[in-house]
């Protein structure tokens, strides 16, 4: 298990998907899953941040945030302004990671259940005990 260290360069893989957390070439600005690729897109700068954590697109230099309203199904995207995250151990596999807006039941999901196709957008979405919105963090290789 990697222990997320503040300042750490990251490749984020969804657990049941086994795609990497990418900023998407298509649109710039969208977060999906993508099978891993070693580009510096898939590559996440984590930073400690008031009381949580911040993801920083190496590529970009962008923040991940949320695209409108926090819920069910709000798209995660990159932004110029860091948004605060709140990273957990996941209650059923202590060895993967939940990430969260802090102070609500939002995680990180990949949408469509897990759904591995390139492309597929992740979102926010309540937690429940699906491992679409459990993570790895790894260095990269």
């Known amino acids: 298990m990697v222990v997320i260290a ?5 490749e984020i893989v969804n657990v049941l998907g086994g795609t990497s957390l ?5 649109d710039g600005r969208s977060i999906i899953g993508y099978p891993y690729h070693s580009g510096a897109n898939q590559q996440w700068v984590v930073q400690s941040y008031n009381a949580g954590w911040t993801f ?5 230099g962008l923040y991940i ?11 995660l995207i990159v932004t110029t ?4 995250w709140d990273i957990w151990h ?21 949408a469509e259940h897990g759904n591995p196709t390139p492309g597929t957008l992740v979102t926010l979405w309540s937690k429940w005990a699906g491992t679409n919105q459990t993570w790895d963090f790894t260095p990269p290789q």
């Open 65 to 75: 945030g949320i695209d409108g309203t926090p819920g069910d199904g709000t798209p």
């Open 6 to 10: 503040s300042g750490g360069t990251y």
């Open 90 to 110: 996941d209650e059923i596999d202590s060895t993967k990671y939940r990430v969260f807006l802090p102070n609500t039941p939002l995680n990180w999901d990949l």
């Open 56 to 60: 920083r697109s190496v590529s970009s």
């Open 22 to 26: 990418d900023l998407s070439g298509g």
């Open 81 to 84: 302004t860091p948004t605060e």
